[in-house]
């Protein structure tokens, strides 16, 4: 039975007897599991896919607006990278990441702009235990370009289940370049693209206190979040099940089967509400709930309600 698939439960309950007598008996059997059994595939949600569309038209359009990169857009861009991956420490270049293209855009941006020693060029490769350590170190070779007779001595992580589940199949890499002269000029130009001199008809430091915080992080423009107009309004409202339009509001009324249900929701939603620093009018009624949105700053709807109404469907779907 147990080289035929079987499993301990299932060969227990057919002899009448305990799985560890079952285990003990078939230790040395060969055993090969059979295939995952998969429910019906569930439709997918409209909201997730009006914002799969939404992201793919964003990527099209920033495609579109970055286009190829200038030399001096290539170095700031490089700049503003490693100012936010890389170490600051003095004495050596280094950038970690799990991200290939973050990885593959850095190596060439050092190589382009500064006089690279390669044989200075160490690599380090973070991996969690269980993973394939020959697969992630001639990957990273490959991407960085580095030979693997540089490569340092890896750390491999044992996996705290209770933390953590997803694990990067590849793991982090360390790119480093012992080259203190390299790393004072980055951190030169990091503090050059962070002065108010280095900006053109961006803010001075003083100014930018007094503009409004609770800019849409994606507006393409400075300032605070617009209202949209009647036509817009009814026109996106159309993408969005069971929300309508009261006043200078919009509307939706959710409802769940029990009291810890609706608190449930509620708590899960605030979360995203709070890291939008966008907060809905909430009203519980039992296992009825109202989430009411408008950008009070703005004095009706913006694109900010829009956004957050979006992610409290997936959250009611989650």
């Excluded at 964003?58 to 936010?84: H, Q, T, V």
């Excluded at 994606?218 to 996106?236: F, K, V, Y």
């Amino acid at each position: 039975m147990r080289a035929g698939g079987s499993t301990l439960l299932d060969i227990a309950t057919a002899l009448g007897v305990s799985t560890s007598s079952v285990s003990l008996w078939v230790r040395d059997v060969p055993f090969t599991p059979s295939p995952r059994r998969r429910g019906p595939k569930r439709n997918t949600h409209p909201a997730s896919i009006r914002k799969q569309r939404q992201i793919d038209d964003l990527n099209r359009a920033g495609i579109e607006r970055i286009g190829r990169l200038s030399d001096d857009a290539f170095l700031a861009a490089g700049i503003a990278l490693y100012a936010g991956e890389g170490s600051k420490a003095d004495g050596k270049v280094v950038f970690a990441n799990t991200n290939d293209a973050m990885v593959a855009f850095y190596c060439a941006w050092l190589r382009h702009f500064f006089v690279v020693d390669e044989a200075r060029v160490t690599v380090r490769v973070y991996l969690h235990e269980g993973l394939d350590l020959d697969a992630a170190e001639r990957h990273w070779s490959a991407l960085t370009g580095v030979p693997r007779s540089q490569f340092r001595a890896p750390y491999r992580a044992v996996a705290d289940r209770s933390i953590r589940r997803v694990k990067h199949e590849h793991g982090c890499v360390y790119v480093t370049y012992n080259c203190s002269y390299t790393h004072r000029s980055i951190m030169s130009l990091i503090r050059a693209l962070l002065s108010s001199d280095a900006h053109s008809g961006v803010a001075q430091p003083a100014e930018r206190l007094t503009v409004n915080q609770d800019v849409e992080s994606s507006s393409l423009s400075p300032g605070a979040m617009t209202a949209l107009p009647d036509d817009l309004i009814a026109e996106r409202l159309s993408d969005l099940d069971g929300w309508e339009r009261v006043g200078d509001e919009i509307v939706k009324r959710f409802e769940f089967r029990t009291f810890p249900e609706a608190i449930a929701f509620v708590d899960r939603l605030a979360v995203d509400a709070e890291a939008a620093n966008h907060h809905p009018d909430i009203d519980i009624r039992y296992n009825r709930v109202r989430i009411a949105l408008t950008t009070h700053d703005e004095g009706g709807i913006s694109d900010k309600d829009f956004a957050l109404a979006a992610t409290i469907e997936g959250v009611r779907e989650a």
